[in-house]
């Protein structure tokens, strides 16, 4: 399929034929292609049988880009492995200037409260990261035409959690086997750094490590609320003041519940803290998970992932009081969401419709909606982002392509990246409890990576940093 037909089909998708929908500002939807198609790194390249999987960026400078992104494998249900670093020249999409490894996956993992003993014949844990997001100021970026104090810190996040990993077989045991329903050493790390002199590289400032609230640096409360674990959000953190010192996001815990977590940059320091969590958000015997957190003009909103619905509620504060909890089901999520504040002012959603698919799959194609927080969280003008078909991937039915784990990058100019995994539910064994799913294949393998478009307003948007003339 030819680009300006790819696009036409993008803009032409709505929940009301009789007239156009809203569009917001946009212009046009491209899809360019893979942005990532194979990690450079020892261990994490495709001879190794791993793949690119999430990505999220940032602005490190007037000229610098960081892409932030996870590593996947085939041995297993998520298979997530490392978490990888590039510095981009120009753009998002610019040449790659470096490449680095944050936080590696490994083998012999043990987190200090693992008992051993529960260890079978051939097992050992195997350490996962994903879910990795960053923020910060860019280097040299000025607020009122002065420089901003807190320039050129950044923040890097991500989830870490143990996996039983038989070394015999190389395979991943399901997510619920071990101790805690399989949430070995379940948290959140975090470090700080920054661009260095020659803008070709970062420079750690703060190391890995578990992401405490302040106050509870030690001891077994890692946070003021009553939860025993944490996982990261998909969506990175958003500004939360004017002067951007203090930034939010919402991650979920145990319980199905979601909260926003406030971080301030401290002058004495010069490093950020974790100084504030939000009350807990959850409705008992219903999930709500996977959380984004979206700062508008006159408030906030946080919309989370449920079974079959979405749950979105709204706050003139994220960590004082929320309002009740309302579920959509319309469209009736099965798979991974993102929502964003697009750089046109219109929140949108980015997630699959089961529905609405041709093969009746969650996860392709890839879709965002426009969603209305004053119309009750109302989802419509749908558009179709990319599908296994329209891409011309090689991936079987039966296999069950996954294009998931959308995420909007920063503005720059007119444009913004969408950037999403591709993958499939086929692995290196059977999968569990669905025997109609194949072994996965060369072909399929070969697909498998982060695949972008690029989104163009008709006006652009006011930037999101000021630089030094």
Not at 8 to 21: F, K, R, T, V
Not at 85 to 90: A, E, T
Not at 179 to 204: A, C, H, K, Y
Request: glycine share 10%; with cysteine; charged share 20%.
């Amino acid at each position: 399929m030819n680009l300006s037909l790819f696009s036409a089909l993008l803009l032409a998708g709505s929940a009301h034929a009789a007239e156009p929908a809203p569009t917001g500002d946009i212009e046009s939807i491209e899809h360019v292609g893979q942005l990532i198609r194979e990690c450079t790194l020892p261990g994490e390249m495709r001879r190794d049988d791993v793949v690119p999987r999430h990505a999220n960026a940032i602005q490190l400078s007037q000229s610098r880009w960081l892409v932030i992104y996870s590593t996947h494998g085939y041995r297993g249900v998520d298979d997530e492995h490392s978490i990888v670093y590039q510095v981009r020249r120009d753009a998002p999409d610019g040449a790659v200037l470096k490449e680095g490894f944050l936080s590696q996956g490994r083998a012999d993992w043990f987190p200090p409260d693992f008992d051993k003993g529960r260890l079978k014949p051939d097992e050992t844990v195997y350490k996962q990261h994903g879910h990795m997001v960053a923020f910060g100021v860019p280097k040299g970026a000025t607020m009122d035409g002065k420089p901003m104090p807190h320039a050129n810190l950044f923040v890097a996040k991500w989830r870490v959690g143990g996996r039983l990993l038989n070394r015999r077989t190389n395979f991943l045991e399901n997510r619920t086997a071990g101790p805690n329903d399989g949430r070995i050493g379940q948290g959140v790390e975090w470090m700080q750094f920054r661009l260095n002199e020659r803008e070709d590289d970062i420079e750690i400032l703060q190391p890995a490590a578990l992401l405490r609230q302040k106050g509870f640096e030690n001891g077994a409360a890692f946070c003021s609320g009553a939860v025993n674990w944490m996982n990261q959000s998909f969506c990175p953190a958003v500004p939360a003041n004017g002067d951007r010192t203090e930034w939010a996001d919402a991650n979920h815990f145990d319980g199905d519940r979601v909260a926003a977590l406030k971080y301030r940059f401290n002058p004495q320091t010069q490093r950020y803290e974790w100084i504030e969590m939000g009350p807990l958000l959850g409705v008992p015997g219903k999930r709500f998970y996977e959380a984004s957190l979206v700062h508008l003009p006159g408030g906030w909103l946080v919309g989370g992932r449920s079974a079959g619905a979405i749950g979105w509620a709204r706050s003139t504060d994220p960590c004082k009081t929320w309002s009740p909890l309302q579920f959509s089901s319309s469209p009736p999520i099965n798979a991974p969401i993102t929502v964003f504040r697009c750089a046109d002012g219109v929140v949108r959603l980015f997630s699959g419709d089961p529905q609405s698919s041709p093969a009746r799959n969650g996860r392709d194609p890839l879709y965002c909606w426009d969603i209305h927080p004053d119309q009750d969280f109302a989802a419509d003008n749908r558009r179709e982002l990319f599908s296994s078909a329209s891409g011309g991937l090689p991936i079987r039915r039966e296999s069950q392509a996954k294009l998931d784990f959308c995420e909007l990058f920063p503005l720059q100019g007119r444009t913004q990246l969408v950037v999403w995994g591709v993958s499939t539910r086929a692995m290196n064994h059977p999968y569990h409890g669905q025997p109609t799913i194949p072994l996965q294949n060369a072909e399929e393998k070969s697909a498998c990576g982060l695949y972008y478009s690029r989104i163009t307003y008709r006006t652009a948007p006011p930037p999101v940093w000021q630089f030094a003339k």
